[in-house]
T-cell receptor, first 111, second 114 residues
Framework: GQQVMQIPQYQHVQEGEDFTTYCNSS?????IQWYKQRPGGHPVFLIQ?????EVKKQKRLTFQFGEAKKNSSLHITATQTTDVGTYFC???????????FGQGTTLQVKP | KAGVTQTPRYLIKTRGQQVTLSCSPI?????VSWYQQTPGQGLQFLFE???????NKGNFPGRFSGRQFSNSRSEMNVSTLELGDSALYLC?????????????FGAGTRLSVL
């Protein structure tokens, strides 16, 4: 069945360093969403990517959708302590449309 | 606009009991999905309701059930609780079926089964 792999599982960075998380699918995706969950909180929608090769920016966050629409990445430039949390990618399952959440990448930022 | 409201926020039950969790979606949202979140398994999809009909179901045993009312509010029920059911249960609403729309999550109900 359709699988989503997110790497790395954990990342510890010094404040000011960059951070990237990758999401890889076994099948071609129609679109992909990204969510952030702060410690003790709930997932919050960040962005949706739809087009092949699409790149979207939100301040220090850059989201990319691969040309083959089988992978995506989230890059944070110059991390801040407010970036702490778990980042999930979530593409829809091809036959049902329900979202499949990756295992998430938990980011820790040392001040 | 009020967000997704889940009640109760915390619940402690013992094995064998049953539990009902409630979710009120954002006004105007007709799709409600339920997820189970545990440290080991991550975010797992339970089911989705749209206009009172179950549209999608995840790979959970029949002890997990849900329903949606005409005002889009949803409930999920877990019968014969097991220790492994301890988790954060998240409800999310969206304007359309989830294939096309953003999920807005509630704060969740943290269930502890003793």
């Amino acid at each position: 069945g359709q699988q989503v792999m997110q790497i790395p599982q954990y990342q510890h960075v010094q404040e000011g360093e960059d951070f990237t998380t990758y999401c890889n699918s076994s099948t071609t995706l129609s679109n992909i969403q990204w969510y952030k969950q702060r410690p003790g909180g709930h997932p919050v929608f960040l962005i949706q990517l739809v087009k092949s090769g699409e790149v979207k920016k939100q301040k220090r966050l850059t989201f990319q959708f691969g040309e083959a629409k089988k992978n995506s990445s989230l890059h944070i430039t110059a991390t801040q302590t407010t970036d702490v949390g778990t980042y999930f990618c979530a593409p829809p399952q091809s036959n049902t449309g329900k979202l499949i959440f990756g295992q998430g990448t938990t980011l820790q930022v040392k001040p | 606009k009020a967000g997704v409201t889940q009640t109760p926020r915390y619940l402690i039950k013992t094995r064998g009991q049953q539990v009902t969790l409630s979710c009120s979606p954002i006004s105007g949202h007709r799709s409600v999905s339920w997820y189970q979140q545990t440290p080991g398994q991550g975010l797992q999809f339970l089911f989705e309701y749209f206009s009172e009909t179950q549209r999608n179901k995840g790979n959970f045993p029949g002890r997990f059930s849900g329903r949606q009312f005409s005002n889009s509010r949803s409930e999920m029920n877990v019968s014969t609780l097991e220790l492994g059911d301890s988790a954060l249960y998240l409800c999310a609403s969206s304007f359309y079926p989830i294939a096309k729309n953003i999920q807005y999550f509630g704060a969740g109900t943290r269930l502890s089964v003793l």
